[in-house]
């Protein structure tokens, strides 16, 4: 889920609504011209029994994954909140170890709808990344990108310990990425098996795009929004607008293209943390932040496979902006890569059709273990 360029998993600025309204329109003309070619296919409603055309699967309750989640200090200072997951017979030979990586706003129960189904056959884990979820939000904190991919580097070395695949929505895809390009000792580069990138950020804010043309034009007050939020008192009254319930619901039904999955639970899993200490102090920091590495200059020096899934309703990080037409090209130029676009779906594929995605993602798991 990012700052500027939002994910739909935290309250939007008042530029990002403009945005949204916007980019809603394009999608829909976009959708009338996208091509069936040979760097991607397409991906529509799953034939199984098991699903229906809505995407509607087995979730795990919020009270489940609340009293089976654990705590880890990071660098000995810093509260983490995770959760585990596993089938009871840990002896398929198939059974690969993932971690699911949030995106911004979001927490742990946004993977609800796919914990039940990874874990069949395989290991999970997710992660609440600093400054989000139940992990903790220390005041004065500058987030970045590199921090966000750090800390994932070091819970696979202390926590996890051993190879894992990286499974991640917008933000939370850059900061895989970031973590598996990271030129650190060998131990650690090994203990990224893999990636599942789920509509990738370009940065943690909208200041990473300056090749969209769409972000040149709101640029000007983009960079407005930045000094006015750090004006505390003009920060805290814009945070608890957009975080209101009523107003959170309609963005998300903006985000999503299935709108039966904009439910309240979604939206108490949104809403909830941000009303927790330093959620504010977060959100201005990641608003106003650097916004990181650009996945354009770190995909090339990634050999590990890799499974990119797109929402071709997604008007945040769009198909036809620079970041998804990067990625629509890699399956022909790059051997470990495979993309699937997926029809009728918005920026959070994972929640907002999970049977698509996990039409996709659970095969090429059995797949990554027999090559």
């Given at each position: ?23 809603s329109k394009m999608v829909a003309l976009r959708r009338t011209s ?71 706003g979001a927490s742990i129960p946004h993977w609800r709808r796919n ?85 990738c950020a370009g940065g943690m804010n909208n200041k990473a795009v ?162």
């Open positions: 889920m990012r700052a500027l360029t939002w994910t739909g998993l935290s309250p939007p600025p008042p530029a990002m609504v403009a945005r949204m309204t916007m980019t996208l091509r069936k070619d040979s760097v991607c296919v397409r991906a529509t409603a799953s034939s199984s029994p098991a699903v229906s055309s809505g995407g509607v699967v087995e979730a795990v309750e919020l009270a489940e994954i609340g009293e089976m989640s654990k705590k880890w200090k990071w660098k000995g200072e810093y509260s983490i909140n995770y959760f585990v997951k596993s089938s009871p017979e840990d002896v398929n030979p198939a059974s690969q170890t993932v971690l699911l990586v949030h995106g911004f914990i039940n189904a990874l874990s069949r056959n395989h290991t999970v884990y997710a992660i609440d990344l600093l400054g989000f979820g139940a992990s903790e939000k220390p005041p004065g904190f500058s987030y970045t990108m590199e921090s966000w991919a750090e800390l994932i580097l070091n819970f696979l070395e202390e926590v996890v310990q051993k190879p894992t695949i990286l499974i991640g929505n917008s933000v939370g895809s850059l900061a895989c990425v970031i973590a598996a390009s990271e030129k650190k000792e060998e131990s650690q580069r090994d203990l990224v098996k893999g990636l599942v990138l789920l509509n300056f090749d969209d043309w769409r972000i040149k034009l709101l640029m000007p007050l983009l960079l407005l929004i930045d000094f006015l939020l750090k004006q505390r008192g003009i920060a805290s009254a814009l945070f608890n607008r957009v975080k209101d319930r009523e107003n959170l619901k309609n963005i998300l039904t903006n985000v999503y293209g299935n709108k039966d999955n904009v439910d309240d639970t979604l939206v108490e899993i949104i809403a909830g943390p941000a009303n927790s200490e330093g959620a504010l102090d977060a959100f201005v920091s990641i608003l106003t932040g650097p916004p990181g590495p650009n996945p354009i200059k770190l995909i090339p020096g990634i050999t590990k496979p890799v499974l990119v899934l797109w929402g071709d309703q997604d008007g945040l990080t769009p198909l036809d902006g620079p970041v998804g037409k990067y990625f629509s090209s890699l399956p022909d130029q790059l051997p470990n890569f495979n993309l699937y676009v997926l029809e009728g779906v918005g920026h959070c594929p994972q929640d907002d059709r999970p049977d698509l995605v996990h039409e996709r993602l659970l095969p090429w798991l059995a797949q990554l273990s027999s090559t």
